[in-house]
């Protein structure tokens, strides 16, 4: 098929178009970075032109960005109305976990929202954009939780465990995430699919684990002696404002701080019903993130 991937050159991006390219599809990217603007409509309407199915994965994470919602929203809106336009037989979003906030009990599709950074509201506003779009286009959306894999992000988090930074607080809530191959397998399995038009899945790992054990497995991949330290969440965002008032750049911010705190418990079995399952158990997720960033 011809497919359009936005966001191709992001983490999950560059994956999937090297696995779609494998199964001799036609791939169109997409990206920033290429010169592509998701929040101009004609770009969007010229980039669908002869396509079959579009993956829609740009999106703009960082909380500060005056970007943010422009792209996220907008973004989205301007890639439906021209799959739409263009009558593309599949569109797949890829949304988040987090457009339902702290997920103490454990949460299903049917679970309401309740977004608390920009990020996630600016999803969540974006899935119900969607939603106006299902009689225009069949549309597939997945709410993925916290890829975990070699990037930017867990190299600066991996990299603050082999420091010796402290877990940040008691780390026994439920804390699934999803290894970048079972994502992107996820956004494989659901392409052409009827019975995954018009729904909407959650994407993560099978097993429940807790964040403190997740953090010990990354000493074990790092050598280290197995020691979890943990500091109150208050103390934390005292650290991360007093960083913030000397103007010295962290990972450690506030946002982060509160997503770290957040349990994350999620029920995979909608999807999983239909025959796709995470295959990467947490432990191997974290020594091939490590052996990754080993590579970099």
Known sequence: MNILV???????????????NRQGHNVKEFDLSLGNDITDLGQCKQAV?????????????????????????????????????QRCRQLIYLSTVGVHGNCKARVDEKASFAPVTNYEKSK??????????????PITVLRAALALGPNEYWKQIIKLVKKGFPLIGGGKQVWQTIYIDDLVDALLFVL???????????VA?????????????????????????????AMAKLGALLY??????????AEHID??????????????????????????????????LNAY
């Open 124 to 137: 969540a506003k974006a899935e119900q954009i969607a939603q106006e779009f299902q009689e225009m286009v």
């Open 192 to 202: 052409g699919k009827e019975a995954c038009f018009g729904e909407t899945f959650i």
């Open 205 to 233: 790992e099978q097993e429940q684990h807790s964040l403190r054990e997740l953090y010990a497995e990354i000493q074990r991949q790092l050598g280290m002696e197995v020691k979890v330290k943990t500091v109150p969440v």
């Open 244 to 253: 913030k008032l000397k103007g010295r750049k962290s990972i450690i911010k």
């Open 259 to 292: 997503r770290l705190a957040r349990t994350r418990n999620y029920n995979t079995g909608k999807l999983n019903a239909l025959g796709w399952k995470a295959k990467t158990e947490m432990q191997e997720a974290v020594k091939r993130t490590v052996e990754g």
């Open 6 to 20: 936005t966001g191709s050159n992001g983490f999950v991006g560059k994956r999937l178009v090297q696995a779609l």
């Open 49 to 85: 032109k002869g396509i079959d199915v579009v993956y829609h994965l740009a999106a703009v994470l960082d909380e500060e960005s005056a970007q943010l919602e422009k792209a996220n929203v907008k973004g989205t809106e301007n890639i439906l109305e021209a799959a739409a336009k």
